[in-house]
């Protein structure tokens, strides 16, 4: 029997939505690897797959995270 449990990160009141059951939880379900968040409020939670993709739209539309290059192909300064 272990001396110490291992405890899931997080606290109750904190919401986060589990990508392993793809459901809202309320508090430390899953283990943080399997999950978004914490939230502040469920609905933000429910909402965290939507939130993401809108973000990877942002930054792969983002040009400051695209190199710019000469035609030579040496990046430019």
């Given at each position: ?30 283990p ?33 995270w ?12």
């Amino acid at each position: 029997m272990p001396l110490f449990k291992k405890r899931t990160a997080g606290k109750p009141g904190e919401w986060y939505y589990c990508l392993e059951h793809k459901k809202v939880e309320e508090g430390p379900e899953c283990p943080a690897k399997d999950r978004f968040g914490p939230y502040t409020t469920r609905t933000e939670a429910e909402h965290a797959m939507e939130t993401a993709r809108e973000r990877n739209l942002e930054w792969e539309n983002d040009p400051r995270w695209h190199d710019a290059r000469t035609e030579g192909g040496a990046d430019e300064d």
